[in-house]
């Protein structure tokens, strides 16, 4: 598993990176992951597509300095208008209506009850990345928010997700769609302050040496490699301070089945 020809409505679908120096992003991604960057016509300036064996794997395009800087989540949908009018009739905010984007999707951006952002997706000619849960390759999505009862009654509501309480020392849930793993969520530590958000991670082989190699090209080891039930991971920022975790896997796990 790998190479994905299609997305469920209701799954995750693809990331991209909105951030204040492209040229340094691209530096960055390519030497730790060694992604093919590809610039793109954009009516906001250009979007790079970020490739791994010529398959779509990421975007980025340039952010304002008031914008900032982050990692962006997307969910697949059939019908991106009445997904973006029942995600508001659910309590959340439509922070941009439904747009097209030319031989790509319609697309919109929604605030969660929880307080977090999301992208919605309807597919017009590209469905997302081409490969995931292989190394080089984001394979999880994660959300910190300090209000899990509205958002798992907001996904629940909205795309049929069940949550289910995983124990530990953190108020913890994973999402699933049927039989369908789809992400996690818990409850900011100490060192997750700041407003909810979806958080993506990439895999890779070794924690260790990728989370050093990132602070090599200039990022940062916001939470140092360590053992979790499923593997090893650790959370680090890009140059521009977006950040994102690393994670290798102890067995055959992979996230959402996406094929």
């Known amino acids: 598993m790998g190479e994905v020809d299609t997305y469920p409505p209701g799954t995750f679908c693809w990331i991209d990176l909105g951030t204040t ?21 954009a009516e906001a ?4 597509l970020c490739r791994l064996n010529g398959k779509a794997v990421a975007g980025m395009h340039e952010h304002s300095e008031e914008e900032g800087v982050g990692w962006t989540s997307s969910i697949s949908v059939d019908d991106i ?20 984007i030319p031989g790509a999707s319609r697309m919109s951006v929604i605030r969660d009850p929880s307080r977090a952002e999301v992208q919605l997706w309807q597919p017009k000619g590209h ?7 292989e190394v080089g390759t984001w394979t999880w999505n994660e959300l910190v928010t300090p209000d899990l009862d509205a958002a798992k009654a907001f996904y629940r509501d ?8 995983v124990p530990g020392a953190l108020p913890r849930a994973s999402f699933a769609l049927g039989d369908l793993l789809i992400g996690g969520a818990h409850a900011p ?9 979806w958080t993506v ?57 996406r094929s």
């Open 21 to 41: 120096d492209v040229a340094g992003a691209k530096r960055f991604y390519r030497e730790l992951f060694g992604w093919e960057m590809e610039d793109l016509p």
């Open 45 to 48: 300036g250009t979007y790079t």
């Open 81 to 100: 208008d009445g997904s973006t009018s029942r995600a508001g009739g659910l309590g959340a905010t439509v922070l941009i209506e439904p747009f097209e």
């Open 127 to 133: 469905i997302g990345a081409g490969i995931v849960n």
């Open 158 to 165: 909205l795309f049929g997700w069940t949550a289910e309480d």
């Open 189 to 197: 530590t100490e060192a997750e302050a700041g407003p909810a958000r």
């Open 201 to 257: 991670s990439l895999r890779v082989a070794d924690a260790d040496a990728d989370a050093a190699r990132a602070q090599q090209l200039g990022g940062t080891v916001l939470l140092p490699p360590m053992d979790i039930p499923i593997g090893r991971f650790a959370i680090v920022a890009d140059p521009a301070g977006a950040a994102f975790s690393i994670t290798v896997f102890a067995g055959p796990f992979r996230s959402v089945d």
